[in-house]
Nanobody
Framework: QVQLVESGGGLVQAGGSLRLSCAASGGTVRRYVMGWFRQGLGKEREFVAVMPRSGGSTYYADSVKGRFTISRDNAKNTVYLQMSSLKPEDTAVYYC?????????????????WGQGTQVTVSS
């Protein structure tokens, strides 16, 4: 089964950028649906972005559309989340998730594999 390790979180000022990485082992990312989720303090885990197995299309939550970009490097077996124009409301623990089922879903319970998360804090 695939193991996922996120990195790249940190503290950034509003308007700044960060790139999160999700390194996979024990499985090939192009054979999984790869998603990014986030969970703010006291909030439920929410969908951020997803790249289906085909890799041709990507989907985003309305709250991040136009600011975040999900991408995949098959050679490095890594998925990225480039975040720009960050806002204080983007503050959360960001998680990488994967699943081998066909299609995709914005619901976290659909995904079988999760990383440990990386904290992103955006100061105003």
């Amino acid at each position: 089964q695939v193991q996922l390790v996120e990195s790249g979180g940190g503290l950034v000022q509003a308007g700044g950028s960060l790139r999160l990485s999700c390194a996979a082992s024990g499985g090939t990312v192009r054979r999984y649906v790869m998603g990014w989720f986030r969970q703010g303090l006291g909030k439920e885990r929410e969908f951020v972005a997803v790249m289906p197995r085909s890799g041709g299309s990507t989907y985003y939550a309305d709250s991040v559309k136009g600011r975040f970009t999900i991408s995949r490097d098959n050679a490095k077996n890594t998925v990225y989340l480039q975040m720009s124009s960050l806002k204080p409301e983007d503050t959360a623990v960001y998680y990488c998730a994967a699943d081998r089922a066909p299609g995709w879903s914005p619901h976290p319970q659909w995904y079988d594999y999760w990383g440990q998360g990386t904290q992103v804090t955006v100061s105003s």
